[in-house]
């Protein structure tokens, strides 16, 4: 069974940074496609970005240059690293991956930008 948990949400003050942990299970991790997402509050979900296999990247407009993914196959782990963080990242962060056209979601992670 694929599983993918995701950790490190906190409350942050503006301007801040957080790091975002998803972790993979059941799956062979590294060929794997990842993606984050984020729904805040009343909204729908939106795409944060996305890292392939051997590491290329890409973002929503709303977060390049502030955010980064990155990813290690041997910990068969995704991160999200979060700078410059505003209000309006406040959101439950998740990964998601696709498995045989399976969506697969993590439970999420609560971001919480306030001062």
């Known amino acids: 069974q694929v599983r993918l948990v995701e950790s490190g949400g906190a409350l942050v003050q503006p301007g801040g940074s957080l790091r975002l942990s998803c972790a993979a299970s059941g799956t062979i991790f590294f060929t794997k496609y990842m993606e984050w997402y984020r729904q805040a509050p009343g909204k729908k979900r939106e795409l944060v970005g996305g890292i392939t296999s051997s590491g290329r990247t890409n973002y929503a407009d709303s977060v390049k240059d502030r955010f980064t993914i990155s990813r290690d196959n041997a910990k068969n782990t995704v991160y999200l690293e979060m700078n410059s963080l505003k209000p309006e990242d406040t959101a439950v962060y998740y990964c998601?991956?696709?498995?045989?056209?399976?969506?697969?979601w993590g439970q999420g992670t609560l971001v919480t930008v306030s001062s």
């Open positions: 998601k991956t696709v498995v045989i056209s399976v969506e697969i």
